[in-house]
């Protein structure tokens, strides 16, 4: 017997609900079917018993451990486990040891099972590698975070990455009806759940199996028996579940895609999504000042000239969450981000300042003398300030000049784009006229 099979002996009767109702067999595994459907190669790897080294990724409770744990019940190879957080390279080396005693003596081959993976140091996760790679062990890794960030490119590279999604709101409801007629949950007792109380709990775990047993049990466990049945109405549901369970680690993966979701849509133009994912950061804890950082990059970027106001009101966006705080800080960020997400957009200034840093890379040029600092003693024995003209001394405050050394490169290209396309015209106007390099 393996120690998830010891473990689930020992909570099956007083254990948690959720750990009780855990599936012991892929038939009755709920969700992921894009990875252990019928057919998919994740599921015919461990019907056969022939599972590669993997890594599970995704959101707290979308199944991985559990999955990891039917493994351990259906595999003829040895299973073993480590917790990241709490094991180190000692723990390592000693689960490394014993799994070349397997090999060398019984031609057994281990399964090494390490939860919380992306814990582990790049030294730690380096130790694994020498046997990960000669077949010695076979590893599974589960992370709630990116594993293309958090784990060794080495080891993602002689794994295969399996993506968890959240579970959908039907399943739960699904997984929260058999915990009331099965013996391990409550089919022991009477329970009834009211329509609205089961889609209470479902929807506000937001896909997290967990958290809906947890909340369940709660529930059941707090309700009086009325006529030898325990009434679950909505009323329990909503002292159960006070709050919608939210998916956000401000150090983790979650955190990167919200931040990424927000910026992008400013920059479509959606204020309507721009609010939602800046409404996800606030509830989640994010820094405000770190939210307002976002909105002026975007405001530079993506905007640009194309409205200059833009930037003007990032900035003090970020200047007036300082000064407020929070919780009136949220409605200033809103006003921010909404503003950038409908202004128009140009990104130009953006291009602009990566052309001229890939042309300083490139070659990097003197610069024109008559370009260089006249403001001391004897600059002009160096030809310093007699070849310069001065703008301003000149019909509508411009004049032909070279700005730049010989290259014949523009590197900002503004756009049709609100404010810019004056620019534009501007700009247009001066080359027709024959300014060089303007």
């Not at 590669?52 to 990724?57: K, M, Q």
């Not at 950082?293 to 969450?321: H, M, Q, T, W, Y």
Request: overall charge neutral; charged content about 30%.
């Amino acid at each position: 017997m393996n120690i998830f099979e010891m473990q689930y002996e020992m909570r099956k009767k007083e254990g948690p609900l959720a750990e009780r109702m855990r599936p012991v067999n892929l038939g009755e595994f709920v969700g992921q079917e894009h990875i252990v459907g019928k057919g998919k190669i994740l599921r015919r790897a461990i019907e056969a018993d022939k599972l590669t080294s993997a890594i599970f990724y995704g959101p707290p409770g979308t199944g991985k451990t559990t999955l990891a744990k039917i493994i351990a019940k259906t595999t003829d190879k040895n299973f073993t486990t480590l917790n990241a957080v709490t094991s180190g390279i000692k723990d390592i080396k000693e689960k490394i040891n014993y799994a070349v005693d397997e090999l060398s003596i019984y031609n057994k081959r281990t399964i090494l099972f390490i939860d919380e993976i992306h814990r582990f140091n790049k030294a730690q996760q380096d130790a694994l590698l020498p046997y990960v790679e000669n077949g010695t062990i076979i590893l599974i890794g589960a992370t709630t975070e990116n594993p293309y960030f958090e784990v060794n490119s080495a080891l993602i590279s002689r794994s295969m990455v399996f993506e968890f999604k959240n579970i959908t709101k039907d399943d739960i409801k699904k997984v929260i009806k058999k915990a009331l007629v099965d013996k391990r949950g409550y089919g022991n007792k009477k329970v009834e759940i009211d329509e609205d109380a089961l889609n209470h709990i479902a929807e506000y775990a937001n896909g997290d199996i967990r958290s809906a047993l947890n909340a369940l049990e709660i529930a059941v466990e707090t309700t009086e028996e009325r006529g030898g049945i325990i009434k679950i109405d909505l009323e329990v549901a909503l002292e159960c579940i006070q709050r919608k369970k939210i998916n956000y680690d401000k150090d983790g993966d979650n955190h990167y895609d919200t931040v990424s979701a927000f910026i992008k849509s400013m920059r479509g133009s959606d204020p309507d999504a721009a609010v939602y994912w800046l409404a996800k950061m606030i509830k989640g804890g994010e820094d405000p000042k770190f939210i307002a950082r976002r909105i002026i990059i975007c405001a530079s970027e993506d905007v640009g000239n194309a409205d200059p106001r833009a930037l003007e009101v990032a900035v003090n966006a970020f200047k007036a969450v300082e000064i407020v705080g929070f919780p009136e800080g949220r409605i200033i960020l809103a006003q921010a981000a909404i503003y950038v997400a409908c202004a128009p957009k140009s990104n130009a200034s953006y291009l602009a300042i990566d052309r001229a840093m890939k042309a300083i890379e490139s070659e990097s040029h003197e610069v024109p003398s008559h370009l260089k600092d006249g403001h001391y003693k004897g600059a002009s024995k160096l030809n310093r300030v007699k070849d310069y003209k001065y703008p301003h001394d000149y019909d509508k405050f411009y004049v032909k000049q070279t700005y730049m050394p010989k290259m014949n490169t523009r590197f900002y290209e503004p756009k049709e784009s609100g404010y810019e396309s004056k620019i534009k015209r501007f700009l247009e106007y001066l080359r027709q006229e024959g300014g060089q390099n303007v």
